[in-house]
């Protein structure tokens, strides 16, 4: 991977979230972006030439606290992300410390993938109050190329192929990637293994794409 490709593949990282993928905790109401979509959108813009390991564990029984370090990779380049949790106890009082950990490393992923900048211009408006209404971001909300209007979207370059090829029986078609990035936008599909190029979409599937999108794509 080089500089330049490496340099674009952050640029993916940063560009918004499809609305709706903030989300509330039910605890203190406070907005964040699921893991699972931290890692999607990582999956898409490296085209899965990342990686993600445990750099340290640290249990302490006595604080009852788990603590993580995970170390995400993008070509040459890595990031250290930290997490912590609390150690919460079962029926029987014993310490639960797999969903902990699972816990911890979760947020350790975030962490690391927050160095990027990715999700900061769908979580600042949410908070305002802290870093978001910062003058000093401002830039990274008036930049993003991916918001020029309510109802415009800006998809991939049509004419750039991702290494994916279709499913359907007799097609194997090479997914552009605009094709990839419109299967994001299904619905509890999961992509990595219902590949399909838009000609091959059942028709259900592509009713379910939000309207800008589907229109998006249609213009390219």
């Given at each position: 991977m080089d500089e330049m490709s490496y340099s674009e593949i952050i640029l993916r990282l940063k560009e918004s979230f499809p609305n709706g993928t903030v989300k509330f905790r039910s605890d203190n109401n406070k907005a964040y972006i699921p893991n699972q979509i931290y890692t999607d959108r990582l999956e898409a813009a490296t085209q899965g030439k990342w990686n993600k390991s445990i750099k340290d564990i640290e249990i302490n029984l006595e604080h009852l606290y788990v603590k993580v370090i995970v170390t995400v990779t993008i070509g040459d380049h890595s990031r250290d992300g930290y997490g912590l949790a609390y150690i919460d106890s079962d029926s029987k009082g014993r310490p639960k410390i797999s969903n902990t950990l699972d816990q911890a490393a979760a947020s350790a992923f975030v962490d690391a993938l927050d160095t990027w900048q990715m999700g900061w211009r769908d979580l600042a408006p949410h908070n305002k109050m802290d870093w978001g209404g910062n003058p000093g971001i401002r830039h990274l909300l008036d930049s993003d190329p991916s918001i020029e209007?309510?109802?415009?979207?800006?998809?991939?370059?049509?004419?750039?192929?991702?290494?994916?090829?279709?499913?359907?029986?007799?097609?194997?078609?090479?997914?552009?990637?605009?094709?990839?990035?419109?299967?994001?936008?299904?619905?509890?599909?999961?992509?990595?293994?219902?590949?399909?190029?838009?000609?091959?979409?059942?028709?259900?599937?592509?009713?379910?794409?939000?309207e800008q999108y589907l229109k998006a794509f249609l213009r390219e």
């Amino acid at each position: 991977m080089d500089e330049m490709s490496y340099s674009e593949i952050i640029l993916r990282l940063k560009e918004s979230f499809p609305n709706g993928t903030v989300k509330f905790r039910s605890d203190n109401n406070k907005a964040y972006i699921p893991n699972q979509i931290y890692t999607d959108r990582l999956e898409a813009a490296t085209q899965g030439k990342w990686n993600k390991s445990i750099k340290d564990i640290e249990i302490n029984l006595e604080h009852l606290y788990v603590k993580v370090i995970v170390t995400v990779t993008i070509g040459d380049h890595s990031r250290d992300g930290y997490g912590l949790a609390y150690i919460d106890s079962d029926s029987k009082g014993r310490p639960k410390i797999s969903n902990t950990l699972d816990q911890a490393a979760a947020s350790a992923f975030v962490d690391a993938l927050d160095t990027w900048q990715m999700g900061w211009r769908d979580l600042a408006p949410h908070n305002k109050m802290d870093w978001g209404g910062n003058p000093g971001i401002r830039h990274l909300l008036d930049s993003d190329p991916s918001i020029e209007g309510q109802n415009q979207v800006r998809l991939a370059n049509p004419n750039h192929k991702v290494e994916r090829k279709c499913i359907m029986a007799g097609c194997h078609k090479t997914l552009s990637a605009d094709e990839w990035d419109l299967l994001k936008q299904v619905p509890n599909l999961n992509r990595n293994k219902m590949v399909y190029c838009f000609e091959h979409l059942p028709d259900h599937y592509k009713r379910k794409i939000p309207e800008q999108y589907l229109k998006a794509f249609l213009r390219e």
